[in-house]
T-cell receptor, first 115, second 114 residues
Framework: DTAVSQTPKYLVTQMGNDKSIKCEQN?????MYWYKQDSKKFLKIMFS???????INETVPNRFSPKSPDKAHLNLHINSLELGDSAVYFC??????????????FGSGTRLTVV | AQTVTQSQPEMSVQEAETVTLSCTYD???????LFWYKQPPSRQMILVIR??????QNATENRFSVNFQKAAKSFSLKISDSQLGDTAMYFC???????????FGTGTRLTIIP
């Protein structure tokens, strides 16, 4: 039973294309996140949703648009892909908003390569 | 804004030895959580250990333990009896209580040598 699942695991696409990454969690968590891990392995938050409501929106180009149809799903759509968007994108979830003791449960990541 | 610093980009130790990974952080908050995450070559992010700032007792999970020094803003991870499966990137992370954002350090690449 996968707790946080992301699809696809690998994505290779050309510059200028539009692509989506899907994320689903079956943990019953209220909050979901997107993080970006760059080529130097640095992890940085992009977005956070709590019960379908956008909570955190870091400085991310507006080509990136998250969508949460329900609290178990958080998808990431990227328009007009650029070379610099190449990275690993992690979805994560957590149980209690504002009570972060248990940390996050992460998906296995999506490696996006823009050529 | 909170920052997390891991000053050791890479470390390596012999199997069965003990290794300590360093982490310091900067915050003006009093209520927060600290975490160590492991990222093996499989890329999966795995929670290793967590600490609540108001608890003075250091957290332990089997072979993993922390040395939490709140006044010094230090949160080191000790791995005892290291095993080959401990080879991974290790990330220290900070979360302010009441805020969902997890701030990561730059990571330490740990290699266990057979």
């Amino acid at each position: 039973d996968t707790a946080v699942s992301q699809t696809p695991k690998y994505l290779v696409t050309q510059m200028g294309n539009d692509k989506s990454i899907k994320c689903e969690q079956n943990l019953g968590h209220d909050t979901m996140y997107w993080y970006k891990q760059d080529s130097k392995k640095f992890l940085k938050i992009m977005f956070s949703y709590n019960n379908k409501e956008l909570i955190i929106n870091e400085t991310v180009p507006n080509r990136f648009s998250p969508k949460s149809p329900d609290k178990a799903h958080l998808n990431l759509h990227i328009n007009s892909l650029e070379l610099g968007d190449s990275a690993v994108y992690f979805c994560a979830s957590s149980q209690d908003r504002g009570v972060g003791y248990y940390g996050y449960t992460f998906g296995s990541g999506t490696r996006l390569t823009v050529v | 804004a909170q920052t997390v610093t891991q000053s050791q980009p890479e470390m390596s130790v012999q199997e069965a030895e003990t290794v300590t990974l360093s982490c310091t952080y900067d915050t003006s908050e009093n209520n927060y959580y600290l975490f160590w995450y492991k990222q093996p070559p499989s890329r999966q992010m795995i929670l290793v250990i967590r600490q609540e700032a108001y608890k003075q007792q250091n957290a332990t999970e089997n072979r993993f333990s922390v040395n939490f020094q709140k006044a010094a803003k230090s949160f080191s991870l000790k791995i005892s009896d290291s095993q080959l499966g401990d080879t991974a990137m290790y990330f220290c992370a900070f979360m302010k209580r009441g805020n969902e954002k997890l701030t990561f350090g730059t990571g330490t690449r740990l290699t266990i040598i057979p």
